[in-house]
């Protein structure tokens, strides 16, 4: 949990097989180095096609000139997410123009557009610019009068203390709220649209998100406002249709949920304990929207439906290859433990 | 903020009468400790209720014998909230040993109840059981296992912090989730019902309770999960209908948000930042669950749909009460403030 978003910790990982190259350049060690590093983050499938890019990268590559040949690949998946995550932004832009021009025909529109947000999935989660955020950073600075409700986002508070510090230090308008008000705001017409990242989306357009996604999408569609979900394509996991079926939910440390962390009046940083002693926790770290909630996905490719077609239209190669990919043989459910009753 | 929870606060009320009438007994001070505590808390319409029902009784009551009226009346009011939770805790046990009995049914269902609840409506919040507990202290205490989900419920925390204690001391069965959570545990079948209080309930069913229980009805809804609101009669505001547009939603101090008070590891109750100073903050109290989203009201005369129809069956004074009601003038939105752009 050092590293956090699925962008970076793609990325970040890319690295990884760098430094392990230093110690030994091997077949054998680039192999465990992979493994090592596909097991720290379950739910992020770009971890996955990081390490899939290094790996084709590296494989023909002779043990001497292989660590070079590592770091001039990961510099270069450095510089495709920022690519890749500025092309999302413009992407995103003529949806944020569209929903600015359209707010005054809702009951409370107001002088701005108003976005809600949850978790972080910003420049800080990312090489540069974010996904979620990229189009909010770009819309601020063509001159669109944006402001962001930033949903606290617990139980780590991605977003009270990330994506908070990320938009004032870029001069963005937001305000904070607890992860309870989104509906609200959304039943009173405070919020124009919806837009967050996704962790890992399923070829059919669900999304695996930082938990609490879902219930935001709801609202907004109860409200009927958009709901965007902003994703690099190495995001989708192309073996998995169903994610509320399918994919495995991390269950985090009840210590995220028991304790906190803040700076006392005098300034020092304290972790205080916030229930009863003793008392059970769960600590469910995502949760999946379905494709049915989203309203659009927003890629480096372009816009699109949250759904298999919506999907293959920007990624034509996946066209035709469910026959022949060996991963869709594994479109059962895989995870039956994380769906164990009580 | 030192009493909370709408039954718990119309009782507290009557006996601010008292302690009222202990200095000037007069139709004068009895007018103004009336206004004076009518405009401490918005929401809770029980308040209004418990303050009428003094009214009416110490009204005819000579100076003289007020005082001694007034506790009495004080005191009937106690008795009678506490034989009101218990009433509603006897009529929500059917719909708890029903869902016992279909839990196998679902995908996930376990060896126990799985209730999700939010906020606090135990006994803290009332005289005696709580509304929403009411029926798992029942549930409990007859051998039912019953396992609670408990909501966080950011900002105040007021399931981390009353909830919990209060189900630990009565021996039930509970887990503490960050309010994301319960979505999550509803799509993975993980949850059997849903119940809340109410602070407030429309005439037509609509119910307005703590920031977030909209979120949680929305996700129940979505899991075809039963939504039920406990609810002591008192809690209907038969002056209105739709309470989306029309319960103004009391906006809080941001401090709850950027805030937050815990135990330290030396045993200090400690109170942190846990914001970025100076940033924004917007603290909505309260949320409207629309009465489609709710499956069924239970109260101390029965269960009953969420609806005008079902509110009337169980209360047949207000059938034709509708003409002559004073307050039924006012069913136009009343507090547009409350709705503006930002």
């Not at 108003?114 to 420049?123: E, P, S, Y």
């Not at 986002?153 to 308008?173: D, I, K």
């Not at 958009?226 to 991390?250: C, N, Q």
């Not at 999946?288 to 890629?299: M, N």
Request: proline content about 6%; charged content about 25%; glycine content about 8%.
């Amino acid at each position: 949990m050092r590293v956090r978003g699925a962008p970076l910790i793609g990325v970040t990982a890319a690295y990884g097989i760098c430094l392990a190259l230093r110690r030994d350049a091997s077949d054998e060690a680039l192999a465990a180095a992979r493994e090592t590093l596909l097991a720290t983050r379950p739910t992020a499938v770009n971890l996955r096609w990081a390490l899939d890019r290094m790996r084709e990268t590296l494989a023909p590559v002779p043990e001497s000139s292989r660590l070079e040949a590592a770091y001039a690949r990961a510099a270069a998946l450095c510089d495709e997410d920022a690519a890749t995550c500025r092309a999302i932004g413009e992407h995103g832009l003529p949806l944020f123009e569209r929903a600015f021009e359209q707010r005054a025909e809702r009951p409370g529109g107001g002088e701005v557009l108003n976005v809600l947000t949850h978790c972080n999935a910003g420049w800080l989660a990312t090489v540069d610019w974010g996904t979620a955020l990229a189009p909010v950073y770009l819309a601020h600075d063509r001159g669109l009068p944006v402001h962001v409700w930033v949903d606290e986002t617990r139980p780590r508070n991605q977003g009270a203390s990330l994506t908070a510090w990320e938009l004032r230090e870029h001069g963005v308008p937001h305000t904070v709220i607890a992860d309870n008000a989104g509906g609200q705001l959304m039943q009173q017409g405070r919020v124009d649209l919806c837009i967050t990242g996704s962790d890992r989306t399923t070829a059919h357009g669900d999304v695996c998100n930082k938990i609490g996604t879902y219930l935001k999408a709801l609202a907004a569609w109860d409200s009927r406002i958009p709901f965007y979900v902003a994703l690099p394509i190495s995001t989708v996991d192309w073996t998995l249709k169903d994610g509320v079926r399918e994919i495995p939910i991390e269950e985090r440390d009840a210590r995220e949920v028991s304790r906190i962390t803040g700076r006392s009046d005098e300034g020092a940083m304290v972790e205080v304990s916030i229930l009863p002693d003793g008392t059970a926790v769960a600590n469910p770290a995502f949760d999946v929207t379905p494709a049915r909630l989203v309203t659009r996905l927003v890629t480096e490719r372009g816009v699109c439906e949250a759904s298999a077609e919506g999907l293959r239209g920007l990624v034509p190669a996946r066209r035709d290859s469910e026959s022949q990919d060996p991963h869709l043989r594994h479109t059962e459910p895989r995870h039956s433990e994380s769906r164990d009753p009580e």
